[in-house]
C-alpha cells in the first residue's frame, strides 16, 4: 500500500525576528515492512537546507533563517510504500523473562530500560501499575496485548487537555488525554517490568470502519517494546491496536523530547504561534522511472559499442 503525506507547519510571530534556527524530524523512516519512497521539504521564507541522521537513526533536517521575518512555513512531503506485517503468535514461552534479564545485564537498549525526561516511575504510576495488574505474570507479548487494550479502556482520548511539556502524572490524575499521553504512561509501565519500550512519532492512516480515536489531521504516537524472539513490535494504546501498516512511522526515541517534529529557537522579543496541518490518502502505485527506461551508463554503452564492433569483424 503507498500513501501519500503532506505536513505543514506555520509559525506566526506577534514582531519581526530573526536569526530562526530549526530542526525538523518530518522524514519517514526506511526501513523493516516500510520503503520511503520520496520526501521533500521546503520552507518559506527560502532557507538552505542541511540533514544528518541522529543517534537513534532518525533523519534531521535543519536550516536558520537569517534575515527578518514575521512567519515560517515549513512544508513536508512523503510516499511510502508499507508492507504487510507478519502476523504475531499467540503468546510467547515464558523464558523469554529470562532472556530480557539477560539483554539488561549486558546493558542492550539500556535507554529504553531506564527513566527518561517523560518517563518517570511517579507514585501515581506505581498505582496505576498495581490498579492495572502490570506484572510478569504471564508471557511479555500477551501482557502487552492486553495493557494495550487495558489503556484504552482506562484514559478517555480529550485532545488539548494536556501540553507537549504536560509530566505524566497530568494526564494519569486526570484519567484522559492525547496520544502523547497514553504512549508516555503505557512506556513507563512497560519499562518498570524489564521490556525495553520507545516511543515512536508518525502518522496514521484513518478509516471510517476503524473508529479510530486519535485525530485524523494530526501527527500520531504510539509504542514499541523489545522482544527477543520478535523484534521491535508497535503498540498503539490511543486505539487499542497493534501498529501494522496504517501506522507509518516517522522518528523513534526515549520518549517525545527526542523526537519533536520541530524544535528551533529565534532572536527577538515576539511571541509565537504554531499552527500544524497533516493530509495522509492512499497514493497511486508509484512507479520508478528506472523501472520505465534504465539510465543509461557509461559501462553499458561501452559493452553495446564492443558488442558492435564483434559484428562488424
Known sequence: MYYSILHKTRFRYSAPVTESQTEVRMCPRDEGYQRLVEFHLTTAPFARINHYRDWLGNEVYHFDVAAAHRQLLVIAEAVVQMFPIPPLPDKLDNTTWQMLDLLAERGEWWDFLMPSHFIQMTPALLDLARELGVERRTDPLSLLRELTHQMAQTFAYAPQTTRVDSPIDEALLARRGVCQDFAHIMIALVRRVGIPCRYVSGYLFHRTEDHDRSEEDATHAWVEAF???????????????????????????????????????????????????????????????????????????QAELAAQQQQQQ
Not at 508497535?234 to 501494522?244: H, S
Not at 496541518?277 to 522511472?289: M, R, S, W, Y
Request: hydrophobic share 45%; glycine share 8%; proline share 8%.
Open 227 to 301: 522482544l527477543p524472539e520478535l523484534g521491535w513490535i508497535g503498540f498503539d494504546p490511543t486505539n487499542d491496536l497493534i501498529a501494522a501498516e496504517r501506522h507509518i512511522r516517522v522518528a523513534v526515541g526515549r520518549d517525545y523530547a527526542d523526537v519533536p517534529p520541530t524544535r528551533g529557537i529565534y532572536r527577538g522579543q515576539a511571541s509565537s504561534q504554531l499552527e500544524v496541518g497533516v493530509k495522509v490518502l492512499p497514493a497511486a502505485v508509484h512507479i520508478d522511472e528506472a523501472e520505465v527506461l534504465p539510465q543509461i551508463t557509461t559501462a553499458s554503452v
